[in-house]
Structure formats: C-alpha cells, structure tokens
C-alpha cells in the first residue's frame, strides 16, 4: 500500500504531532488511539482521538486505561484528552502495535462517555 493510500481508522494507533500545546497538553510525537472512522478520516482529512503515553503517574489517573504492550512497557490511553488533527499535514503515520484490542477500545470509549456523556 502506497503511503498516499493509508487512511486511520478506527482502533489504529497512529503517531501523530501533537505541537502546538499549551499549558498541561502533551506535546511532540505521540501515539493516539483513532476514534473517528476511516470514511470521516478520508472524506475531512480530520482524525479524532486519545491520546497515549508511558508516563507511570498515569497508573493511578481514574482517566487513564493502561495498554500492555508488546515489548511489556505499559501505556496509557488519555480519555479526557480527546483531540482532532488534520492527520495529513501533521504526517500522520500508523505506530508499530497497529491496532488495540477491541476490549481495550470499548473501555477507552465508555470512559471517554462518562466524562462528555453522549450515550446515556
């Protein structure tokens, strides 16, 4: 697959620049965990997600849902960080672990609910 013909989908995890930040957001390359299906992705150029880091003092964030990877380094998807890039100019690109388990997708999103309550 050309590099022009890959689009996010849903439950990728991608690598993706997080500058410009303020204040307490992440910042540089960062996974995240891509929400938005891979039609919007295309057709808007936007993808929307979570963001992910290693950073231990997120073990105990109630906002937090750990990853185990594959090289056994936990991760940590950020449910209350929900973000939108343009993934194109922010050369997107898909991280090494692909995609996340599917039980882990369906956490992230029913905590990600319980903070904006879309679905109640």
Request: charged content about 25%; aromatic content about 8%.
């Amino acid at each position: 697959m050309s590099k022009d013909a890959w689009v996010p989908q849903r439950g990728d995890i991608i690598w993706i620049d997080f500058n410009p930040q303020k204040g307490r957001e992440m910042r540089d390359m960062h996974p995240m965990l891509v929400l938005s299906p891979k039609n919007f992705n295309l057709k808007t150029g936007i993808v929307i997600g979570l963001p992910m880091t290693t950073a231990e003092y997120n073990a105990t964030n109630p906002f937090a849902v750990e990853l185990q990877d594959q090289k056994e380094r936990k991760s940590y998807i950020l449910a209350h960080q929900p973000k939108s890039f343009d993934w194109r100019q922010r050369n997107a690109k898909l991280h090494p672990m692909k995609k996340i388990p599917e039980d882990v997708l369906k956490s992230a999103c029913e905590l990600l609910n319980q903070i904006i309550s879309l679905v109640e």
